[in-house]
């Protein structure tokens, strides 16, 4: 006898078998942007870094970590708390940097992509031939409205970064990103395999109801591409 498979949410849909959640409506100054300017963060994706923290502890003291797309730098705000005046915490972005004065924090404006610069900064920053602990992103491609569109260039921007971890983090230690999810999130799967033992798909409670992003928790990487 053939086992029996079991009907995923769009099969149930399609025949009428289930409803589809409708999302919330979208409110700008929801719950998370007050308690942003409440406890002083600059941004509310914030309460995106703190769920994972609090489900997965992927920030330690004295860890070295880079945080790619820092701006508006809330992430970066979160993460010098945790692992303080003995870590270090690399901010990069295309966009206006705001300087730390602490020395142990510095941000960079450059393109990730651009290796040579960014392991120039990286070199003279962690120092000779080291590098980071923890690379976590809240990265996004300009979007366009159009999912497929969109979806696949998050897709394609975030293969990118796992390319970027596999020269600036260290072997058996981990990455977060963004990725908004759908038809091609294999491509991107395949590439966290490749230099990664374990992925974890998680889905904050502060991301708005209508949007489809996932974060995705990359842990012990890969001495060796697979």
Known sequence: MKPRLKKNNYTAQKKGTGKKKKPAPYQMHDEYFKRAKKEWYR???VYKLIEIQEKYELIEPHMH?????AAPWSWMQYTKRIIGEDGKLLG???KKIDKYSQPNIQTIECD???????RGEVDDFLGSDKNFDLVVSDIAPNTTWRKDIDQYASVELNIEIV???SEFLKPGWNLVMKVFKWEDFSDLSFWIKKHF???YEFKPKAVRDRSFEVYIIAKNKFDEWK
């Open 197 to 199: 033992k374990n992925m």
């Open 112 to 118: 990730i992509f651009n290796y040579t610069d960014v």
């Open 65 to 69: 970590v880079c945080d790619i797309g």
């Open 92 to 94: 990069i972005d295309i």
């Open 43 to 45: 941004a509310r994706s």
């Open 163 to 165: 390319k970027f971890a």
